[in-house]
């Protein structure tokens, strides 16, 4: 099981596909681990080399002391890559890791060929939704949130007719370290990269779910107008649009790459 010990955190990360071909890092989104991507393994390693992690407190990644800053994350990734002595990938994030490719588009453009901004925003909720989010994961641990945040993050047609993937995912979200989750709800707490996405110059593509409760198709077109050349995808899902609308969420990420 491949770790890598940067500065002041042990990263966890998995590759999968062909040495010889080019890199593409999937970023976890908030609360979960590296096996929310387990559905686009199979299609996307047949052309790239796929660099999964784990995020900074979560799934077997170090928990470090909190809080955590959109900024750190984004370093993380960097130095991820210096670790394993990848010069230039591609970057495909969702939600929280959707706002980690907006700060390395923003801060360490040369490192990336073209970055996927999926089911995020600039900006997320506000400190007082954030803040009461953190108290009841510290007054009654990831049980106290995870049946709503589910309930947010996929569809109720989707729940009821795919209950083993919806069940997979509720067990992740349990299973994820308190601290951990607490720290990067800090981080997106206390995000506002409005003012950065004009200096983007990184070709993006943004994804968006229609029914996306909590990164709205208005966030993503907020994104798109603001990132130079950016293009836009919606698809008829919540906030999970890769496990969703697994075959439609590969076929356009693969497109935009590829192109």
Same mark, same amino acid.
């Given at each position: 099981?491949?770790?890598a010990n940067l500065a002041d955190v042990r990263i966890h990360y998995e590759f999968a596909g062909a040495e010889h071909l080019?890199?593409?890092?999937?970023? *976890?989104?908030?609360?979960? *681990?590296?096996? !929310?991507?387990?559905?686009?393994?199979?299609?996307?390693?047949?052309?790239?080399?796929?660099?999964?992690?784990?995020?900074?407190?979560?799934?077997?990644?170090?928990?470090?002391?909190?809080?955590?800053?959109?900024?750190?994350?984004?370093?993380?990734?960097?130095?991820?890559?210096?670790? @394993?002595q990848l010069k230039r990938v591609h970057f495909c994030g969702l939600s929280m890791g959707g706002m980690t490719a907006m700060? @390395?588009?923003? *801060?360490?453009?040369?490192?990336? *060929?073209?970055?996927?901004?999926?089911?995020?925003?600039?900006?997320?909720?506000?400190?007082?939704?954030?803040?009461?989010?953190?108290?009841?994961?510290?007054?009654?641990? !990831?049980?106290?949130?995870?049946?709503?945040?589910?309930?947010?993050?996929?569809?109720?047609?989707?729940?009821?007719?795919?209950? @083993?993937?919806?069940?997979?995912?509720?067990?992740?979200?349990?299973?994820?370290?308190?601290?951990?989750? !607490? %720290?990067?709800?800090?981080?997106?707490?206390?995000?506002?990269?409005?003012?950065?996405?004009?200096?983007?110059?990184?070709?993006?593509?943004?994804? %968006?779910?229609?029914?996306?409760?909590?990164?709205?198709?208005?966030?993503?077109?907020?994104?798109?107008?603001?990132?130079?050349?950016?293009?836009?995808?919606?698809?008829?899902?919540?906030?999970?649009?890769?496990?969703?609308?697994?075959?439609?969420?590969?076929?356009?990420?693969?497109?935009?790459? @590829? %192109?």
């Amino acid at each position: 099981m491949p770790f890598a010990n940067l500065a002041d955190v042990r990263i966890h990360y998995e590759f999968a596909g062909a040495e010889h071909l080019p890199v593409l890092v999937l970023s *976890n989104c908030l609360g979960t *681990n590296l096996t !929310m991507w387990n559905a686009q393994i199979e299609a996307f390693s047949q052309r790239f080399r796929i660099l999964r992690y784990d995020t900074r407190g979560l799934g077997q990644s170090g928990v470090t002391p909190g809080p955590y800053t959109i900024g750190q994350l984004g370093w993380d990734v960097v130095r991820l890559l210096d670790a @394993l002595q990848l010069k230039r990938v591609h970057f495909c994030g969702l939600s929280m890791g959707g706002m980690t490719a907006m700060f @390395l588009g923003a *801060n360490a453009p040369n490192r990336f *060929n073209k970055l996927v901004l999926c089911n995020t925003a600039a900006k997320i909720g506000t400190a007082e939704t954030w803040n009461a989010r953190i108290q009841a994961v510290q007054n009654g641990g !990831m049980k106290a949130i995870a049946a709503s945040v589910i309930e947010r993050w996929l569809t109720p047609d989707f729940r009821s007719s795919h209950p @083993l993937e919806s069940q997979a995912v509720l067990a992740m979200l349990q299973s994820a370290n308190p601290q951990g989750y !607490m %720290a990067n709800c800090a981080a997106v707490r206390d995000m506002d990269q409005r003012n950065a996405l004009s200096t983007i110059c990184v070709p993006c593509l943004v994804v %968006a779910g229609t029914h996306d409760p909590a990164a709205t198709p208005a966030e993503g077109q907020f994104l798109t107008k603001s990132i130079s050349g950016a293009g836009y995808v919606e698809l008829p899902t919540s906030h999970l649009s890769n496990i969703e609308a697994r075959e439609e969420f590969n076929r356009q990420v693969l497109q935009f790459l @590829l %192109a």
